[in-house]
């Protein structure tokens, strides 16, 4: 079972064993044998000098493709081809800064890297590997939903047992009270009973009311270490991916406006006048 992080890590790998011959073909396509030196006076990405042969990883692809779109890749792909490879640029950059991803990052990834090698048509293979990573992701979560299901189900049973024993007991001793003990002596038999039904209605309403914790020791979905808590500690102490919050907070940050600089230490005529 592999964590999310894992999982988008053997997606970007399959991704480069997919897209490498297929980049080389169109590159010699459009530059010829100069595809290499073209690309070395104009990519931004980190390629070896000349005298070491470019080994291509899923950095330097989407950073080549994304750059040597127009040039190379126009003709072949669409917009929707486009938004893919930035998407999964963006990805992968979370993915090498130790992002805490989800299941639905890690299914968007897998989903992602298959259509945009299915739109240049890679080895059958690599795509048939990409759909059962996605089978494995969906089958954990549904797994692990199945079993979280059953955990509430079994507190909520637990939970109208206890009621209904409080209940029980509550009423067989008031019962017995008014057998026994009120003909002999009404009045303790009469606050004996009031005190029951206080206290016996007290505990069920407070057991019907909590909710008892379902989590346990079990395996964070996550980075898969044991945890005690339903937060897991290990994952809040990393840095989590802006893709999967929907949050453009930290990629466009607010712009404030400037506040105007106060003058002190002047006389009220030394300051500058405002036409009005």
């Given amino acids: 079972m592999l964590t999310p992080h894992e999982t988008i890590n053997a997606a970007l790998e399959i991704l480069t064993d997919g897209l490498s011959p297929y980049f080389q073909v169109e590159l010699c396509r459009v530059y010829g044998y100069r595809w290499e030196e ?19 990883d899923a950095y330097s692809l989407l950073t080549v493709m994304w750059e040597q779109w127009n040039e190379v890749f126009r003709t072949q792909m669409g917009l929707f081809e486009r938004s893919l490879v930035s998407e999964l640029r963006e990805y ?67 939970k109208l047992t206890e009621v209904s024993l409080y209940a029980l007991g509550g009423g067989t001793i008031v019962v017995a009270t008014l057998v026994s003990l009120v003909p002999r002596n009404p009045l303790a ?19 019907w009311w909590t909710d008892a914790p379902i989590w346990g020791v079990h395996e964070c979905r996550g980075c898969r270490k044991i945890i005690y808590t339903e937060v897991c500690p290990y994952c809040e102490s990393r840095p989590t991916s802006s893709v999967a919050r929907g949050s453009s907070a930290s990629r466009f940050p607010t712009v404030r406006a400037a506040r105007q600089p106060t003058l002190t230490g002047t006389s009220p005529s030394a300051r500058p006048s405002v036409a009005k």
């Fill in 38 to 56: 073209v690309l070395r006076q104009n990519s931004r990405s980190s390629l070896p000098p000349r005298s070491e042969p470019i080994v291509w």
């Fill in 92 to 158: 992968r950059n979370l993915w090498a800064h130790q992002a805490t991803f989800t299941e639905d990052d890690a299914f968007r990834v897998l989903d992602s890297v298959q259509r945009l090698l299915a739109a240049i048509d890679a080895d059958a293979g690599l795509l048939d590997r990409l759909e059962q990573l996605k089978f494995d992701v969906l089958r954990d979560k549904l797994s692990r939903q199945i079993n979280e299901d059953d955990l509430r189900d079994q507190a909520r049973r637990a």
């Fill in 189 to 207: 038999g009469l606050i004996l009973c009031a005190f029951t039904l206080f206290t016996f209605t007290y505990l069920s309403l407070k057991r």
